[in-house]
C-alpha cells in the first residue's frame, strides 16, 4: 500500500490561487493512478479530478475543470493539484488517493488515502 499525506491547504478570498501536494511514501507510488476528491460538511465525498500514473492523462470534474490542474513529479513522489479562480463553494477537507486508474471517479475505487487539508475560501 501507499502511503499519502496532503498539505497546502488554507484560507484564501475568492479569485485566489491555492497549490495543494500529495506527498506519498513507497516504491511502488509511481504505478498509481491518484485522485483528488473533496468533502464539505454535511456532504458526500466528490471527485475534483485525477492523473495517470504516468502523469499523461488527467480527468477533472465539471465544476473544476479549466480552474483546476494535476501534475506529478514521480521523481519525488508528489502529486499536485493546482487550484485556480477558487469560488467559496470549493471550500471542502482535499483528499488524495492512490488507485487503478485515471478515470475513476467513486472513493470506492480507490484504495489508499490521505488524511486530508483543508480549503476555506472566503467570498
Known amino acids: 500500500q501507499v502511503q499519502l499525506v496532503e498539505s497546502g491547504g488554507g484560507l484564501v478570498q475568492a479569485g485566489g490561487s491555492l497549490r495543494l501536494s500529495c506527498a506519498a511514501s513507497?516504491?511502488?507510488?509511481?504505478?498509481?493512478?491518484v485522485g483528488w476528491f473533496r468533502q464539505a460538511p454535511g456532504n458526500e465525498r466528490e471527485f475534483v479530478g485525477a492523473?495517470?500514473?504516468?502523469?499523461?492523462?488527467?480527468n477533472y470534474a465539471a465544476s473544476v475543470k479549466g480552474r483546476f490542474t494535476i501534475s506529478r513529479d514521480n521523481a519525488k513522489n508528489t502529486v499536485y493539484l493546482e487550484m485556480n479562480s477558487l469560488k467559496p463553494e470549493d471550500t471542502a477537507v482535499y483528499y488524495c488517493?492512490?488507485?487503478?486508474?485515471?478515470?475513476?471517479?467513486?472513493?470506492?475505487?480507490?484504495?489508499?488515502w490521505g488524511q486530508g487539508t483543508q480549503v476555506t475560501v472566503s467570498s
Open positions: 513507497g516504491r511502488t507510488f509511481s504505478s498509481y493512478a
Open positions: 492523473i495517470s500514473w504516468n502523469g499523461a492523462r488527467t
Open positions: 488517493t492512490a488507485g487503478g486508474s485515471y478515470y475513476y471517479t467513486a472513493p470506492r475505487e480507490y484504495d489508499s
